[in-house]
T-cell receptor
């Protein structure tokens, strides 16, 4: 299993600013994922973060808007850039420990853009 | 591409009644299947998972699910619902590549009435 700590747990931000969300895992993991959950919606994968390489973004998400860092095997950050009210969502970090195992999720970051 | 359909957006059941939440998936190979629960303001908690073997899987909190390959379904069941089961339930499919990249259904919101 893996225990994930996400910071901040929530924030209220002004439009046009940026917020960086941190994800810390208690063990080394190969794959880390970032999801977005818009109000009343399901979870949508933003990108896959691999250590030592560029993140892989899903359709509809771009690096300029959601830059991701993955400096080591236990940590990643997601930045939401130039925010607008449409970015108000819960952002979740997820990790995979490999093999036949489920994905583990952080508690999420609830972002409100005003 | 993998996908998940949860046809019921909202379900209301009486406390003590049985519950079945429907889930259909689309995936080209043997899927990894999951049910997660999200309580208000909480992160995602894994209820149960199917990777292989016995098609009837038992999970936490008295939940079970049955994998039916012929119907591409993975329905969640509970014989007697408790008020504390009120939450949103997400069915998800993961790739069998072991990378825990998960695709979620839209979710079913469960309301439990006394």
């Amino acid at each position: 299993s893996a225990v994930i700590s996400q910071k901040p747990s929530r924030d209220i931000c002004q439009r046009g600013t940026s917020l960086t969300i941190q994800c810390q895992v208690d063990s080394q993991v190969t794959m880390m994922f970032w999801y977005r959950q818009q109000p009343g919606q399901s979870l949508t994968l933003i990108a896959t973060a691999n250590q030592g390489s560029e993140a892989t973004y899903e359709s509809g998400f771009v690096i300029d808007k959601f830059p991701i860092s993955r400096p080591n095997l236990t940590f990643s950050t997601l930045t939401v850039s130039n925010m607008s009210p449409e970015d108000s969502s819960i952002y979740l970090c997820s990790v995979g420990t490999g093999g036949a195992s489920e994905a583990f999720f952080g508690q999420g970051t609830r972002l409100t853009v005003v | 591409a993998q996908s998940v359909t949860q046809p019921d957006i909202h379900i209301t059941v009486s406390e003590g009644a049985s519950l079945e939440l429907r889930c259909n998936y689309s995936y080209g190979a043997t899927p990894y299947l999951f049910w997660y629960v999200q309580s208000p303001g909480q992160g995602l908690q894994l209820l149960l998972k199917y990777f292989s073997g016995d098609t009837l899987v038992q999970g936490i909190k008295g939940f079970e699910a049955e994998f039916k390959r012929s119907q591409s379904s993975f329905n969640l069941r509970k014989p007697s619902v408790h008020w504390s089961d009120a939450a949103e339930y997400f069915c998800a499919v993961g790739s069998s590549g072991g990378y825990q990249k998960v695709t979620f259904g839209i979710g079913t919101k469960l309301q439990v009435i006394p």
